[in-house]
Structure formats: structure tokens, C-alpha cells
């Protein structure tokens, strides 16, 4: 059974571009969530989705959004990028709402 | 508002030896908690859970984890650690509504020395 995928696994990008991150979650889980980890922050909660609805939101800015397909992958987008937002970008999903959650390797996204 | 503590950020450790890594928490209601391990540019793999009910709880590679109420304390412990655990090790908590709105603590780095 295959895992989380996320992809790309790394990006590198300038300052004021945007940019695109894919999960595909576990087959029949129906939750993905993001997360951003940081050296300074360490793990902190984006979003969450639920059979295409945003449920909960962390405390980022307008400039991270994402949304969730009817076929439960998940994008999230940031745009206009700060050198602040290099950052390893994990996905999570689980089968239902109170079940454990599964991450991604993440996508490593760079900054410059 | 719901809070995680890991008060170690560095464990060292000798191969066989027993571990203990510490997490406390804040949270209004009951818990689900959980333990991760992150190996260097790697994603989380979950080691453990606890929902509800018995508040030992077992988990892959050996470890396990006791939930103690009274002490808003969910400790992960191995009796033997081998070289293959040094990793980073983050204690996690959710909420009823869904255990996919984690707020983690800041990590343990566990080295192990031969």
C-alpha cells in the first residue's frame, strides 16, 4: 500500500514567485492536513481539509493557501515568497477524522 | 490552548541502554497523543498513539508510551536502544475533533553512542 507522496521532493525558488506543493494521500483517506517545519518554528500547523473543505486553519498569512480535490489530493500554494518561507513542507492524511495520521517525506523548498 | 513540552533537546545515550524521553501537554479534554521520529531530511513515521483506554500503550521498534493524567505526562520509553533510533523525536497532541490538526512539541534529538 503506498504512502503519502508528495511532490517535488526539493524546489528552489526566487523571492516574490509563487509556488505549487502536491500531496496524494494514503488510497481511501479522506484528510489531508499541511505542515511547515522550520529550524526556528519547528512544526507548525497550515491547513487542514476534509472531503474538499478547509476545516481548520494555523496562524499563516493570506499569502498560503491550498484546497483538496474530489479525489482527496491535496495542493497548497504560497504566494509572492519571503526568504522566511524556505522551509521542509509536510503533508499528513488520515482515514477519518479521529485516526492517526500518516505524514509525507515532504517537499524541501528553498528560497533564494 | 492546547500546548506540547519537550523539555530535553538532546539526549546522548549508550547502545543497550534504557531511554526515556520526556513530553507534557496542555490540553482542556482528553487528549489523542502521540509520538513521531524524524530520521535527517526524512518525513514523520508514527511510533505510537493513544486515544483512549489502556493507558500503556505499545508501539513499533520496541517503544512505549504511558499516558499519566494526573501528570498531563505521555512519556516514550525503550528499555534498549540500539544505534538505528538516533533520530529526532516529537511528542504530538490532537484534538477530539480530528487527530489531523496536530500541535507538536519541539523535538528530542537522540544520539547514540556505541
Known amino acids: 500500500k503506498a504512502g503519502v507522496t508528495q511532490t517535488p521532493r526539493y524546489l528552489i525558488k526566487t523571492r516574490g514567485q509563487q509556488v505549487t506543493l502536491s500531496c496524494s494521500p494514503i488510497?481511501?483517506?479522506?484528510?489531508v492536513s499541511w505542515y511547515q517545519q522550520t529550524p526556528g518554528q519547528g512544526l507548525q500547523f497550515l491547513f487542514e481539509?476534509?472531503?474538499?473543505?478547509?476545516?481548520n486553519k494555523g496562524n499563516f498569512p493570506g499569502r498560503f493557501s491550498g484546497r483538496q480535490f474530489s479525489n482527496s489530493r491535496s495542493e497548497m500554494n504560497v504566494s509572492t515568497l519571503e526568504l522566511g518561507d524556505s522551509a521542509l513542507y509536510l503533508c499528513?492524511?488520515?482515514?477519518?477524522?479521529?485516526?492517526?495520521?500518516?505524514f509525507g517525506q515532504g517537499t524541501r523548498l528553498t528560497v533564494v | 490552548a492546547q500546548s506540547v513540552t519537550q523539555p530535553d533537546i538532546h539526549i546522548t545515550v549508550s547502545e543497550g541502554a534504557s531511554l526515556e524521553l520526556r513530553c507534557n501537554y496542555s490540553?482542556?479534554?482528553?487528549?489523542?497523543l502521540f509520538w513521531y521520529v524524524q530520521s535527517p531530511g526524512q518525513g514523520l513515521q508514527l511510533l505510537l498513539k493513544?486515544?483512549?483506554?489502556?493507558?500503556l500503550v505499545q508501539g513499533i521498534k520496541g517503544f512505549e508510551a504511558e499516558f499519566k493524567r494526573s501528570q498531563s505526562s505521555f512519556n516514550l520509553r525503550k528499555p534498549s536502544v540500539h544505534w538505528s533510533d538516533a533520530a529526532e523525536y516529537f511528542c504530538?497532541?490532537?484534538?477530539?475533533?480530528?487527530?489531523?490538526?496536530?500541535?507538536f512539541g519541539t523535538g528530542t534529538r537522540l544520539t547514540v553512542i556505541p
Open positions: 490540553y482542556g479534554a482528553t487528549p489523542y
Open positions: 493513544y486515544f483512549s483506554g489502556d493507558t
Open positions: 488510497s481511501g483517506h479522506r484528510s
Open positions: 504530538a497532541v490532537g484534538s477530539q475533533t480530528g487527530a489531523n490538526n496536530l500541535f
Open positions: 481539509y476534509f472531503s474538499e473543505t478547509q476545516r
Open positions: 499528513a492524511s488520515t482515514r477519518h477524522l479521529n485516526t492517526e495520521a500518516f
